[in-house]
């Protein structure tokens, strides 16, 4: 491998190392207009995080995108019940 492939691979492989894992992300609140118009626009575009985003003014895609699995994971399901309570 040359040098420069070298480089860049360990780059990556250090970032790997700092990611957050998903169970760690604090909850995200929207309001049910903002709830509302994430699900008809999954329906319409899909997971195009970006698109859905740019539709709500002061929403980043991965916020968005955060909300959406924390609804959707099992793995939250859990949690969203302890808070309720």
Same mark, same amino acid.
């Given at each position: 491998m040359?040098?420069?492939?070298?480089?860049?691979?360990?780059?990556t492989t250090h970032c790997?190392? &700092?990611e957050v894992s998903s169970m760690e992300w604090a909850f995200i609140n929207?309001?049910?207009?903002? &709830?509302?118009?994430?699900?008809r626009m999954y329906r319409l575009v899909g997971d195009r %995080?970006?698109?859905i985003a740019g539709r709500i003014p002061g929403?980043?895609?991965?916020?968005?995108e955060? /909300? %959406?699995i924390m609804r959707h994971d099992?793995? /939250?399901? &859990?949690k969203r019940l302890k808070k309720a309570s």
């Amino acid at each position: 491998m040359d040098k420069s492939r070298c480089q860049k691979h360990s780059r990556t492989t250090h970032c790997d190392a &700092e990611e957050v894992s998903s169970m760690e992300w604090a909850f995200i609140n929207l309001s049910e207009q903002e &709830e509302d118009l994430v699900y008809r626009m999954y329906r319409l575009v899909g997971d195009r %995080w970006t698109l859905i985003a740019g539709r709500i003014p002061g929403r980043k895609p991965e916020e968005i995108e955060r /909300f %959406w699995i924390m609804r959707h994971d099992e793995g /939250f399901a &859990e949690k969203r019940l302890k808070k309720a309570s």
